[in-house]
């Protein structure tokens, strides 16, 4: 069986700030690898995923993510945040076969003016 | 864009009532699901369908059902609520391919008094 771990629960940042999320798993098999952003009373939505090929992966909204496999890790990376990133952010693995995806806990991204 | 509807925004029901959660999509998507989102302890599976008439147990099901019916809809159903079952209920769609990414809905908040 997959976990993930997100160790921060909640991340403070100022605009204009960088930061980073992150984000660790473990599993016996090769996982796809994914990070949703949840804003306030909505559902989550993909920001990126990792399926094969580069490990650097860009997503939406200036976001990158880089997979490191000796370290297990999927962190989530922007290099200037805005008030509008103010949002709940999930990692996820999916091991593969049917889907049974695995979450973290959430980290909640909160942008400061 | 794939959209994920979900009947209700918010629900209260009382302890013992029989609670029918419902979830469309309008993709063609083969995968459903429905999760679980409480503070602190991220998204849980309840159960998922591959096909129509198909459902498998995720990491939760005790205390829930569900019905596929129809490809587009997919149901969850708290046989006998309990206060416990107050949460936030996340449903889902995806392709069938296994690394495809899930499409969420709005969320249910239920609230069993």
């Known amino acids: 069986a997959q976990s993930v771990t997100q160790l921060d629960s909640q991340v403070p940042v100022f605009e204009e700030a960088p930061v980073e999320l992150r984000c660790n798993y473990s599993?016996?098999?090769?996982?796809?690898l994914f990070w949703y952003v949840q804003y306030p009373n909505q559902g989550l939505q993909l920001l990126l995923k990792?399926?094969?090929?580069?490990?650097l992966v860009k997503g939406i909204n200036g976001f990158e993510a880089e997979f490191n496999k000796s370290q297990t890790s999927f962190h989530l990376r922007k290099p200037s945040v805005h008030i509008s990133d103010t949002a709940e952010y999930f990692c996820?693995?999916?091991?593969?076969?049917?889907?049974?995806?695995?979450f973290g806990t959430g980290t909640k991204l909160q942008v400061i003016p | 864009d794939v959209k994920v509807t979900q009947s209700s925004r918010y629900l209260v029901k009382r302890t013992g009532e029989k609670v029918f959660l419902e979830c469309v999509q309008d993709?063609?998507?083969?995968?459903m699901f429905w999760y679980r989102q409480d503070p602190g302890l991220g998204l849980r599976l309840i159960y998922f369908?591959?096909?129509?008439?198909?459902?498998e147990k995720g990491d939760i099901p005790e205390g829930y059902s569900v019905s596929r019916e129809k490809k587009e809809r997919f149901s969850l159903i708290l046989e006998s609520a309990s206060t416990n079952q107050t949460s936030m209920y996340l449903c889902?769609?995806?392709?069938?391919?296994?690394?495809?990414?899930?499409?969420f809905g709005n969320g249910t908040r239920l609230t069993v008094t």
């Open positions: 990792y399926l094969s090929g580069s490990t």
């Open positions: 889902a769609s995806s392709l069938g391919q296994y690394n495809s990414p899930l499409h």
């Open positions: 369908s591959y096909d129509v008439k198909m459902k």
């Open positions: 599993s016996s098999v090769s996982v796809y």
């Open positions: 996820a693995v999916n091991p593969g076969g049917y889907q049974k995806v695995t």
């Open positions: 993709m063609d998507h083969e995968n």
